[in-house]
């Protein structure tokens, strides 16, 4: 299936800017991609990293209910991710067990993109196993020589010239 953004590519329409940074987004995203996940609870942050995936204009992180990080976020659902230069924030919530109905199709692409480890991480026999949903606000994020600042609020995208000229120490 072909979406409307490649629709417009193969017609010769230009992609908008905030198609194409989700399009980014995908490319670099939608795999097992590891992040360290902000959370706080009572103004103490907590910082953990987290195997997450992009799908759907959103991050999702299978977790166990009863997990501190699920807690902090059922008080307060403010977010950040971050690894490298990527950094992005928004609202996280517990969506739930994995083989809910409405989880069907976040479940088919958690299976494929977190193969063949999520089975053995995931135990959908345990009704505390489910999906954290991270609903983006804003980020940053690169490719190709090219920053992508993004409002995810209005659809606003900013795209400017971009290094990565941080040398990581041996």
Known sequence: MVSHAEVKEIVGGKMD???KALQVMSELFAKDYQFAMATADDNKPAVRFVDAFFADGSFY???YAKSRKVQELTNNSQVSLCNKLYRFSGNAYNIGHP????NRAIR???I????????AHTN???ENMGYVKSEL????FYKDGIGYKVNFNIKEVEQFPFDFDIVPVP
């Open 112 to 119: 494929k993109v977190l193969e063949p480890r999520y089975f």
């Open 137 to 140: 606000n804003e980020g940053f």
């Open 17 to 19: 800017p905030y198609e």
């Open 99 to 102: 083989l809910l109905l409405e």
């Open 108 to 110: 088919e692409k958690s």
């Open 61 to 63: 992180v299978v977790k």
């Open 124 to 126: 959908e026999n345990d």
